[in-house]
């Protein structure tokens, strides 16, 4: 079994649409994932920002492969905040189940990272949900540690 990641092209959006919508499926599950849903600016199609992000220059966008067959994708944008300096977030990364620990997470998250590097980031940061123990112990063994939290509350009372 051979891992490799490569920059998602024009050809490969309808794969990309298939493992978006299995990631958003995944999502509502979670907890924090139905307001993540609400704050989506692509909810009534979440497919199409992954696939829009193939033209974006801004961002990168990744599809990890296990003997050539597609089974996760990650998305990074840059963005040069108040001091000038780069930073990288990455929006999404996914994996399918059934392809989870075989390294595919890994491929993709250091070659996002290699890729900001090169770009002249000086920081990248992602978001876990609450409660997602696994994607929390993914970011840090790639030494990435929380620094802030953010909280939410219903006013309608949920």
Known sequence: MEESVRVAGLADHEVLRSLA??????????????????LDPHRADSRAGI????DDPDATLLL???DGTPVGY???????????????????IFVLPEARSV??????????????RERGAVAVQSTA???????KNFFESQGMVARSILVH??????
């Open 21 to 38: 919508a299995e990631a958003r499926a995944e999502l509502s599950g979670k907890r924090g994932g139905d307001v993540v849903d609400r």
């Open 51 to 54: 696939v829009d992000a193939v």
């Open 64 to 66: 990890g492969d296990i």
């Open 74 to 92: 990650g998305l990074m944008t840059l963005r040069t905040v108040v001091d000038g300096s780069s930073h990288a977030t990455v929006e999404e």
């Open 103 to 116: 390294g595919v997470g890994e491929a993709i998250i250091e070659a996002l990272l290699d890729d900001a």
């Open 129 to 135: 949900l609450p409660g997602d123990r696994a994607t």
């Open 153 to 158: 509350r219903w006013l309608d009372g949920r």
